[in-house]
Every structure is written in C-alpha cells, then in structure tokens.
C-alpha cells in the first residue's frame, strides 16, 4: 500500500512517495506533519506562498485516485501463491458467510460511490484547469455596432465594416471623461491599474502573445465596470499589433470596441488602420474612406510622418497604403532643427574658425573597441578580478569551491522548474481574461530569467537585503535587459551598428570630415531619427513582479542541513530565510541567508566580482545625446535626467519642450562624455600596497572590518545595574554601527580599485547624464572622477599634451593648491613656495612610502602624490616644455554660489569677497567671515557672555567654511549648527561640555555675518523663496527654465504610500516624487534657491565646455571645478570668464520673474477667492523683483582669483 505525501515549505510543492509503515525518508524530518501535509517547524523558515485555488483541486485530486487504488487493493480477494495440499477445514457457519458477504458488498458499493465522485470531481477540475479559448469577437454594448458587425452579405466584409465604423461618430465621451474619481486615492487606484494595463498589452505585444492581449481587452471591455478604466492607448496598442500582422479582421474588432467605448481615433488609430491596409493590399476605396475621415477629425497625412515614430518596415507599409489614395503623396521632409538661445548663437553659428578635438587612436582600433562594448552590453554583466588577497588554495578552499559549483548547478535545474510552473499557472489567470506577469515573465528566455537570478542571489550579503529592495532591483534588471533585447528584436541592432561605425570618422585620430560639427549633428545626419523608448513600467508592477522573483530564489534554493559535512542524513533546507527586522524604528522584511552559505562563501574566497554592464566604463566613445531618451549607452537606455525611479515628470517635461531648447545640454553631455580616460598605474600600485596592508584612514584608504573595535566580551552578571548595561547596549551599538560603515566603505574601495585594475591598460569613457537641475554627473558610479581624492588621483587623460612655456608652471601651482598651504597667497608666491620646496616634492616622487613622506600632510594627499610624481618627471625631461602631460590640472570657483549671487545682484561689496573684482591676492571669504564672527565675540566678551569667553582662541577658517559654502545653498540655522558642532568635537581642546551652547552661539553670528557682507545675496533669497512659497501654497510644483532653455520643476510633493500586496510579505513603498500629490511647500520653498543657484552654474559650466570643445580643448568638470591640460589653462580661464560675464548680461531674474507670472498667474486653475486673493499676492511678489547695485562685470575679466 502507498500513499502520496505533499511537503510544502519555502521551497514550494514537493511530492515525496513513500510507503506506509516504513520509516520516514530523511528529506522529512524536522517537520511537523499536519492536514496539508509535513511543513517546516523552523520560526526562521519563509512564509508559504499563497496557493492558487486550482493548485489544491490538483491536490485533492491526485490524492483520491491514491485512494481508490488503496481501496482496490483492499478488495481483492484472492492472492496468486504457490499451491500447497492442506486438510479440509470445517465449514463456515452460515451466519459468518453472510457477515463477510454483507461487508463485501459494503466495500463494493463504497468503491463505486467514491469512483462515481472522483469521475465527477474530475470533469469539474479538468473542465476548470482546461485554458479558456481566447475571444477575439467582442460583446458590444451598442446594438447598432453590434449590427454592423453581425451584418452579412457583404462583398468585402471586413473592409466594408471598416468603412462603416469609421463613419460612425462616438455616441458617448469615455466614462472616465463623464465621471471623474472624486476621492483622490480611489483616482490613484484607477490610475494605477491603467498603467498596469498598459504594461501588460505591450508586453505582450513583444512576447507574440497578441491573441492573448486581444482576449484580455475584449474580456475587460465586455464587463462595463472594467470599461471604464481602458483608455485610447490600449486600444492603439491592440490596433498596432495586428496591423503588423496584416490581420484585418481582428484590427476591425478592436475599432468596433472603440467607437462602443465612446472614443474618437487619434492619429496613431489611422496609422494602424492604413499600415494594415497598405499590408494586404485593400482596395483605394477604403483607404480614401479612411483618409477622408482623418481630415473629418481635423488630422494631417503630413502629421504620420512628423509626430510619429516607427520602424522603417511599418513606415513602408503606411507610405504604400497612402500612395495608392494619393500617387503624388511624399513624406515631408523634417524641417532643420536651429537653436535660437542668445547664449549659444556663437556655438552654432556656422562662421569662424573652429577646432574640434579628435581622439588619440586610429579608426580601426576605435571600430574593435566599440564591438568589445557591444557585446559587453549584450551580455549584461561582466566579471572583474578582485584585489583582495587571493587564498592559499589549500583543501578546505577547494572543497568549497567545488561545492558551491555543484550547488549552483543544482539550483539552476531548480529554478528552472520552478520557474516553467509559475508561467503555466500565470498563462491559466491570463486565459481568464485577466492581466497577470505571465508575458513579463517571457520576455527574457529562461536561461537568462536564471541567470539574472543566480546574479541576485551571489551578490546578497551576509547581513541579508530587504525585500522592497531587492524586488526593485530585480524588477528593473528584468526591465533594462528587456531593452536591450527589444532593440535586437527590431533590428535597431544592425541599424546601430552601421551608424556608429560611420560616426567614428568625425572622431578618429586618421579620418577626415568635409564639414567639422557637433557629434550630435554628425550623428543626425547620418540617418533617421532613433525609435522612442520602450514606456516604464509602473513602479508597483515593477516591484510585483521582483517580488516574484525573490520568491522563486525563496522557494527553489536549497542545500543540505548538513553542508560541509559528510556525515548524517541529507535533508534539504532553505538557503534564503524570510525574517523581519527593524531599522531606524520601522520593521522591514528581509531575506537573510542561511549562515551555513555564507560560511561557504567565505572559505570559497572566489576572486571575481560581478558588475552590470552600465556599472563600469564604456570601452568605446558613447553615443551622442540626440534627445531626452536617445545617449550614452550603446543598448541599455539611459535618462538624459537622473531621478527617483518612477518620477515620470521630469521625463514628461523634457519630451513636451522642443528640440531644439536641449541642445545646449546635449550638446555638453555629449562632449563630456568624449573625454578619453586612463588609469594612473604607478599611482594604482601605491594605493593598492596600502589597502592590503589594512588602510590607511589618514589617507582617506579604508581599513578592513577586522580593525574595527570590537565589542564588549564575557557575560555580565546578573547583579549588574541597569546603567551598567545600558552603557554595554550603547556600547555593542556603536561598534556594530562602526563596523558596518567600515565594511560600506571598503566595500566601495574595493569596486574602485579592482575596476581600476581591470582597466589599467585600457583606454575608457564615461558617459554624462544631468540631473533636475541641469548639473552633470557620470553614469558609472564606482570609479569615476567625481569621487574623493583617491579616487581623482586614479584618472588621467587618455590624451597628452606638451607643457609649452607655461605648463609647468600651472602645474606647480596647481600642486600648491592641492596642499591647502598657501590659499591667501598670490600665484607668484604660490610658484616661488613650489619651487622653494621642490626638494620634498622630488622625494615624494621618488620614495612615496619610505622618503620624508611630505606628499602626506597636504589636503589632497593622492592628488599631491600624482602631481609630484608628474613635476618630477617634466622637470627632469630633456625639454620640460615639451615633456607629454596627461595629468588634469584644476581651476576652482571661489565658493561659487555665492559668486553668482553677487553678480545678480550687481553687489560690489559681495564681489570683492568672492574675487569677482580684481586684487592682488585671492579675496578669502570664510576667512572673513571668521574674522567678523570673531568681532562679535570679543563684543559678547565685554558683555560677560559665558560661551564667548569659552571659544576664545577657537573661532577658525575651518569651524565656520562649511557652514558658509552652504548658507547659499540653502542649509538652515539647525543644519549649520550641527556642522559647526562636527568641527569642534574634532578639537581636542575644546571643552565639550560646551559643544551644544557653543554651536548654537556660533551659527547665529555666522548668519548675522553673511547678513552684513551680503545683504543683496540675503534679499534675492528671499525673494526666491517667498515666490516659491506662494506657488506651492496655490497648488504648484515650484517650474522655471535655465539660461540655455532646460525645463526644471521641483520634484518636492507630499508622500504617497503605496502596497503591492500578496506573496511572501506585502510591501509598502513611499514615493516623495508623485507629482499628481500636492506639493511639500516646505521643501519647496528651501529648495528653490539652491536649485536656482545651481541651475545657473551649470549654465556657466555648460557654456565654458561647449566653447572650450570648439576651440580644441580638453575639459571636464566637477561642478564648479574645471579640468584641462596644464598648457591649456590660459585659454580655459579666458572661456570661463568671458562666459560668466556672458551669462550674467541676461537679465536673468527680470526673465525669472515673466516666466513664473505667465506660468502661474495668467491661467487660475480655481476661481475660488481664496485663490484668487493668493495669486494676486504671487503676481505682486515676482513683479518686486530685487534691486541690483553698480559692480561692473566686466571686471571679472581682470580677476585672476575668480576661477584659480
């Protein structure tokens, strides 16, 4: 006899035979065995999945077939044996044959009746199991569409009904349009199922699941409830799908389903419908039907071509549809595209010399490295060598390793299976006509679905990783590579792969152009304009489907109770724990690894760290930016605005100005991003000798996680008092807070430093997107040049340049300054100290760890090191002008918000502290504003205050900068009092009992301060933030629109809560990004003129690169930190200023004030007098636009300390 036993745990249903009366298999102990069968009795075990409902009635099912067989079994009655010659026994009373006979019969009768049950119980299930057949005719609401689409007779049917839905006007407007949502949350809620829709059709138009779509929109469309949330777009999309097929008759469904919903065709409509026209080749008749319906509906044929985009193919097949109704048409020809910004007339003006610089290597070699960067990105991830100390391979290393590999293979074939359940049970939820992951599961092949997977579950860490987490990275992995395959699907790959390798001839060091240009007007004109980018997925979709994800590594990956051993029975327990844990006082959901894995980890020691593709440097020139969605990256698409995922607003914003406004950014994004890279190697090798030899926190080189303190030892006693413990609790916090920042820190190190290695012999680049504000960043976020001193230190500019005459000179002065010795003095002394010391910079070239080790007590002291090393060797050159530098060489704003300030305002007495006016030595404004801050003390001395006469003698340039340098960008009085508590804790010195009263007292006189020195700054503040008040309290996100024309809105709104429920633990995500929430009016008002402020000097720094690019040089920036060659830096600081004075001329806040009038007070949303009253208030804030002083601009030509 057997019976049929089903496991469910973690890892899902299991089905183990065994047979009855025997001992239990190993697989099922430790388990409590109840009505659904054994379940592990571990409190750290996952939370069992939610079964489907047709998943128990497989059960049930399986197990009362096991049953019968049971019970026939017990029913026989007789047994084949070996024949043996027994006497005859007695006969049986006659009342004992009736006994057994009656319970024969009984046992007969309950056989039948439980066979009769089961068969019934069968059908329902099978008939229930069985997929649903996908509908394509829809059921449609109006009886005079549903008789036009019933009608028969008709010649050519399904043209004729074409016809006839298109002369049919919408009886009624969307129900949506009818009747909005009143409650807010419940409009959020239809919103997001509509965006869930729209996901699901697309994708399911990319996975060739279009029947599948067609099933669900008609099911969806049939139930009036759900009618209501569909929208024009997902009918288009259906539309576009079988116009690609040439399926008229389903194309025409879809149209009836439309015009019964009460929506009018828009232009994407009638493309479908003509594209699919123009595929079967229909008769002209019905294509100038639809034709003359277009212009009936106020649409252009000119408007196919000019506001759509498609794919080559699907513009033949409109254009040979459209030609057959109008032989003479032609598609009209994009007209030029011109930037007509002041700022930039000189950019794009076709006269005057130009010299744009070319990339030092040949066109072949540029051709090989853009293959090795095509297959990277389509590859998706690569593997780096780490730099941590490799393993003695001793045995225990390679048992590990080769346990794991075992593991791994195991848990692929486990994955894989479970992963084909979960698409069959989705397809079956799909059948029923409702939208589920099903097609978001297909779009990658299971072997990539696993390996991306496997990826997820090497790199978690020890400590675990929460669920929301790892379910969005997941959900955004799927997303990306997604992408990339779409772009192979639709040919965009072979497309890409002519274009680019003809652009390579502007940029390569052996080819000629007829015309030099832009890279983005190079790229234009070599073909059409790219394909618009695949639509984001919604982020609660997003999250669901990592969630699901997460779920499958849960359930399928397991390992033996016993790993690491041989010994004991081989039960097979969970790898990933589901736990809850709680951070900064919020109880989150974790999925923690089971300690024994991590051991493996350790001892395996494996040496390679794995990276997403869009992680690392490009190995060839990026593409250029051409628009919003169109740069960078050669496949993995790539915002031309950072942001929060999710926040669809600035993308909106982009894609709704014109073209032509972006291209100053483009433009400079671009020409970043062609900046040629490589890795300093002496520099690499000294790093490296100090990271493995425990860091250096001197050096700014992080120590291991074994240098971190270690907490208390032993076990109190149990009469410790109560303070006692306490302070050990407090004590155990803050060295596993320590140690955990340490390991966040080495980490990071590690990233750089294994990248730097792995590129040392190459040349790379890095390509540049922006942020809101239109301040650039790289992409790659480990190794790039906006990281710390060691990380600067790393890069070099792939191209050198001779020093020239003066070269070397900026090179000592630039290591001057990267020594923080001589701020306050003048560029001569700067040179004479450099040449004064020369002996120390020498041997900090020569014996950088063994020498006098002067390099070290500099501010900067890697970047110190490299530019003692590159002194030394043009010094000791044959020709030290023509000595090849490849070293970047800096040229800094003098705390340049408050730069910009000034020259708003006109404020001469502000200019003069910010070196805007010319001087014989460099104006330092927070030593200034120390000086004053020291004033006032000595005023509160003679008055007796307490706290003054502490801080005698501790009022320093450093306890007030970084308070200053943040005052302009917004820091508040509580901010600016913990900063300058930071600086006096690190003062040995200083009583801390005093640290609170002495803070608190010196972020007052630090504001009373800059209140004095700049009461022009202080006044546009609060212009800025006042108007930005008004518009926030009106119902406004804070908008306005750079100096070159880029669309900026705050993306400051109220948070919005949102859960994703079901699966292992439902998730709650906060989102301070919607823009449809009303805006935080505090954040708002504080960010604006920060936001402002920054808006302008990425404008400046814009401008400097776009005419630094034209006149040949090489510049990047770090914000308001420019680099170029040292024999470049005369030309550079020329650019930079004129470009400031430039910028400045525009009557920038009088502008500011037009474009936030037209924006926010000529339209009221409301006529309510509330409001009314509050947009007068607004209209006569931005009228009073601040007064400006009398400094001159044109003075900052003269100023040499302005950038230095």
Same mark, same amino acid.
């Given at each position: 006899m057997s019976a049929l036993c089903w496991s469910r745990g973690?890892?899902?249903?299991?089905?183990?035979?065994?047979?009855?009366?025997?001992?239990?298999?190993?697989?099922?102990?430790?388990?409590?065995?109840?009505?659904?069968?054994?379940?592990?009795?571990?409190?750290?075990?996952?939370?069992?999945?939610?079964?489907?409902?047709?998943?128990?009635?497989?059960?049930?099912?399986?197990?009362?077939?096991?049953?019968?067989?049971?019970?026939?079994?017990?029913?026989?009655?007789?047994?084949?044996?070996?024949?043996?010659?027994?006497?005859?026994?007695?006969?049986?009373?006659?009342?004992?044959?009736? &006994?057994?006979?009656?319970?024969?019969? &009984?046992?007969?009768?309950?056989?039948?009746?439980?066979?009769?049950?089961?068969?019934?119980?069968?059908?329902?299930?099978?008939?229930?199991?069985?997929?649903?057949?996908?509908?394509?005719?829809?059921?449609?609401?109006?009886?005079?569409?549903?008789?036009?689409?019933?009608?028969?007779?008709?010649?050519s049917p399904w043209e004729e009904r074409l016809e006839q839905v298109l002369q049919k006007a919408s009886e009624k407007l969307s129900v949506k349009m009818q009747a909005p949502p009143d409650d807010q949350e419940e409009e959020e809620h239809v919103s997001a199922r509509q965006r869930n829709m729209l996901a699901f059709l697309e994708c399911c138009l990319t996975t060739d699941h279009l029947p599948l779509a067609h099933h669900v929109l008609v099911s969806q469309h049939s139930m009036p409830r759900r009618r209501q949330l569909l929208t024009l777009t997902m009918y288009n999309i259906v539309m576009l799908g079988w116009a690609r097929k040439g399926s008229l008759k389903e194309l025409v469904y879809v149209f009836f389903m439309m015009k019964d919903a009460g929506l009018s065709p828009d232009l994407l409509s009638y493309a479908a419908a003509l594209q699919c026209l123009g595929r079967v080749n229909s008769d002209v008749h019905t294509i100038k039907r639809c034709v003359k319906q277009m212009a009936q509906d106020g649409l252009q044929l000119q408007q196919l071509f000019t506001d759509l985009a498609m794919p080559t193919e699907e513009r033949a097949a409109l254009l040979n549809a459209l030609l057959k109704a109008q032989p003479d048409f032609s598609p009209p020809q994009a007209p030029p595209q011109v930037n007509t910004s002041t700022l930039l007339k000189d950019i794009y003006a076709q006269d005057g010399p130009t010299s744009y610089p070319r990339l030092p290597l040949p066109l072949k070699t540029l051709q090989d490295l853009f293959q090795e960067q095509l297959r990277m990105e389509l590859e998706a991830n690569i593997s780096v060598e780490s730099v941590e100390k490799a393993p003695k391979l001793d045995r225990p290393v390679l048992e590990a390793r080769k346990t794991l590999k075992a593991l791994r293979a195991q848990w692929e074939a486990a994955l894989h299976r479970v992963l084909q359940e979960t698409k069959a049970r989705m397809a079956r939820e799909a059948h029923q006509g409702q939208p589920s992951l099903y097609p978001f599961l297909?779009?990658?092949?299971?072997?990539?679905?696993?390996?991306?997977?496997?990826?997820?579950?090497?790199?978690?860490?020890?400590?675990?990783?929460?669920?929301?987490?790892?379910?969005?990275?997941?959900?955004?992995?799927?997303?990306?590579?997604?992408?990339?395959?779409?772009?192979?699907?639709?040919?965009?790959?072979?497309?890409?792969?002519?274009?680019?390798?003809?652009?390579?001839?502007?940029?390569? *060091?052996?080819?000629?152009?007829?015309?030099?240009?832009?890279?983005?007007?190079?790229?234009?004109?070599?073909?059409?304009?790219?394909?618009?980018?695949?639509?984001?997925?919604?982020?609660?979709?997003?999250?669901?489907?990592?969630?699901?994800?997460a779920e499958m590594l849960v359930q399928a990956v397991e390992m033996p109770h016993n790993l690491g051993t041989s010994q004991g029975s081989r039960k097979l327990i969970?790898?990933?724990?589901?736990?809850? *844990?709680?951070?900064?006082?919020?109880?989150?959901?974790?999925? &923690?690894?089971?300690?024994?894995?991590?051991?493996?980890?350790?001892?395996?020691?494996?040496?390679?760290?794995?990276?997403?593709?869009?992680?690392?440097?490009?190995?060839?020139?990026?593409?250029?930016?051409?628009?919003?969605?169109?740069?960078?990256?050669?496949?993995?698409?790539?915002?031309?605005?950072?942001?929060?995922?999710?926040?669809?607003?600035?993308?909106?914003?982009?894609?709704?100005?014109?073209?032509?406004?972006?291209?100053?950014?483009?433009?400079?994004?671009?020409?970043?991003?062609?900046?040629?890279?490589?890795?300093?190697?002496?520099?690499?090798?000294?790093?490296?000798?100090?990271?493995?030899?425990?860091? *250096?926190v001197r050096l700014g080189v992080p120590p291991p996680v074994s240098e971190a303190p270690q907490p208390p030892e032993g076990v109190l006693p149990p009469n410790t008092p109560p303070a006692r413990k306490a302070e050990v609790r407090r004590e155990l916090a803050h060295c596993l807070k320590v140690a955990r920042e340490m390991h966040s820190l080495r980490m990071e190190a590690l990233y750089r430093l294994s990248l730097a290695q792995h590129l040392r012999s190459r040349i790379f680049w890095l390509p540049h997107n922006m942020d809101f504000r239109g301040r650039t960043y790289p992409c790659p976020p480990h190794f790039n040049h906006l990281g710390s001193d060691l990380a600067r230190s790393l890069l070099q500019f792939a191209e050198g340049r001779p020093l020239g005459p003066q070269g070397l000179d900026w090179l000592k002065i630039h290591l001057v300054n990267l020594t923080g010795l001589k701020k306050r003095e003048s560029l001569k002394a700067r040179l004479a100290f450099a040449n004064q010391v020369m002996e120390d910079i020498l041997d900090s070239a020569d014996r950088p760890m063994t020498g006098k080790k002067w390099w070290m007590k500099a501010d900067e002291p890697w970047q110190t090191l490299a530019c003692c090393i590159e002194v030394a060797q043009a010094v000791r050159s044959p020709d030290p002008t023509a000595y090849i530098s490849h070293l970047p060489v800096h040229q800094d704003g003098s705390c340049n918000g408050l730069q910009h300030y000034a020259a708003l305002g006109r404020d001469s007495i502000g200019a003069a502290s910010v070196n805007l006016l010319p001087s014989d030595l460099p104006q330092d404004v927070y030593s200034e504003v120390a000086a004053k801050v020291e004033v006032f003390r000595r005023e509160d001395v003679k008055k007796g205050v307490l706290v003054a006469q502490v801080l005698e003698g501790f009022i320093s340039r450093k306890v007030v900068k970084q308070t200053v340098m943040t005052v302009v960008y917004g820091v508040t009085r509580y901010g600016g009092r913990l900063q300058i508590e930071k600086r006096l804790r690190e003062l040995d010195s200083?009583?801390?009992?005093?640290?609170?009263?002495?803070?608190?007292?010196?972020?007052?006189?630090?504001?009373?301060?800059?209140?004095?020195?700049?009461?022009?700054?202080?006044?546009?503040?609060?212009?800025?933030?006042?108007?930005?008040?008004?518009?926030?309290?009106?119902?406004?996100?804070?908008?306005?629109?750079?100096?070159?024309?880029?669309?900026?809105?705050?993306?400051?709104?109220?948070?919005?809560?949102?859960?994703?429920?079901?699966?292992?633990?439902?998730?709650?995500?906060?989102?301070?990004?919607?823009?449809?929430?009303?805006?935080?009016?505090?954040?708002?008002?504080?960010?604006?003129?920060?936001?402002?402020?920054?808006?302008?000097?990425?404008?400046?720094?814009?401008?400097?690169?776009?005419?630094?690019?034209r006149k040949g040089l090489t510049f990047v920036s770090v914000h308001d930190c420019f680099w170029t060659h040292a024999a470049d830096i005369p030309v550079m600081n020329q650019v930079c200023r004129e470009q400031f004075i430039h910028l400045h001329s525009q009557p920038i806040l009088q502008d500011l004030s037009t474009f936030l009038q037209k924006r926010f007070c000529d339209n009221p949303r409301s006529h309510k007098p509330s409001e009314r009253l509050l947009l007068s208030q607004l209209q006569n804030r931005l009228k009073s636009v601040p007064q400006t002083g009398d400094f001159n601009l044109e003075q900052v030509k003269h100023s040499k300390y302005f950038f230095s």
């Open positions: 973690a890892a899902g249903f299991r089905r183990t035979l065994r047979l009855s009366g025997c001992t239990r298999p190993a697989a099922l102990e430790g388990t409590m065995v109840g009505l659904g069968g054994p379940r592990r009795s571990s409190s750290a075990s996952p939370r069992e999945l939610d079964r489907r409902k047709d998943w128990g009635l497989a059960e049930l099912l399986e197990v009362l077939e096991a049953r019968v067989r049971q019970l026939q079994a017990e029913s026989l009655s007789e047994m084949m044996v070996k024949r043996v010659k027994v006497a005859q026994a007695p006969t049986v009373p006659t009342r004992w044959e009736q &006994k057994l006979n009656q319970d024969k019969q &009984k046992m007969q009768n309950r056989q039948q009746r439980i066979e009769k049950r089961l068969q019934k119980h069968s059908q329902k299930l099978a008939q229930k199991l069985k997929p649903r057949p996908l509908r394509l005719e829809p059921q449609l609401l109006s009886e005079e569409l549903a008789g036009c689409l019933q009608q028969e007779g008709l010649q297909c779009l990658l092949s299971e072997k990539d679905l696993v390996g991306l997977l496997m990826q997820a579950l090497q790199a978690l860490p020890s400590q675990g990783e929460s669920l929301m987490f790892l379910a969005h990275d997941l959900g955004i992995r799927v997303f990306n590579r997604h992408a990339v395959q779409q772009k192979q699907r639709n040919h965009q790959l072979q497309e890409l792969e002519q274009r680019y390798l003809r652009y390579l001839h502007l940029l390569a *060091s052996d080819t000629q152009v007829a015309t030099p240009c832009l890279p983005r007007q190079y790229w234009e004109a070599l073909g059409a304009p790219d394909m618009p980018p695949l639509q984001p997925w919604p982020m609660p979709l997003l999250m669901k489907l990592g969630r699901h994800l969970p790898v990933l724990y589901h736990v809850y *844990s709680f951070r900064s006082f919020r109880q989150i959901g974790i999925l &923690k690894p089971h300690p024994a894995y991590t051991q493996l980890l350790a001892t395996a020691a494996e040496s390679t760290l794995n990276f997403e593709s869009t992680d690392v440097p490009m190995l060839c020139p990026p593409l250029p930016w051409t628009s919003s969605h169109t740069g960078a990256f050669l496949l993995n698409p790539t915002k031309l605005m950072r942001g929060v995922d999710g926040n669809l607003q600035h993308q909106r914003l982009l894609e709704s100005c014109p073209a032509t406004d972006l291209h100053g950014a483009l433009d400079t994004l671009t020409q970043l991003g062609n900046c040629a890279w490589r890795v300093n190697g002496r520099l690499l090798d000294l790093v490296l000798e100090v990271f493995l030899d425990k860091g *250096s200083f009583p801390q009992e005093f640290i609170w009263e002495a803070s608190h007292y010196l972020v007052r006189l630090v504001f009373k301060s800059l209140q004095e020195m700049f009461s022009g700054t202080r006044a546009i503040q609060h212009w800025l933030s006042e108007s930005a008040r008004l518009i926030s309290q009106a119902g406004y996100a804070v908008e306005w629109v750079t100096p070159l024309g880029i669309p900026v809105v705050q993306p400051y709104h109220h948070d919005v809560k949102y859960q994703v429920p079901g699966g292992i633990q439902s998730i709650t995500c906060t989102s301070t990004v919607d823009s449809r929430q009303k805006p935080n009016t505090l954040k708002q008002k504080n960010g604006f003129p920060p936001n402002f402020i920054h808006s302008l000097d990425s404008a400046h720094m814009m401008l400097t690169a776009l005419h630094c690019y």
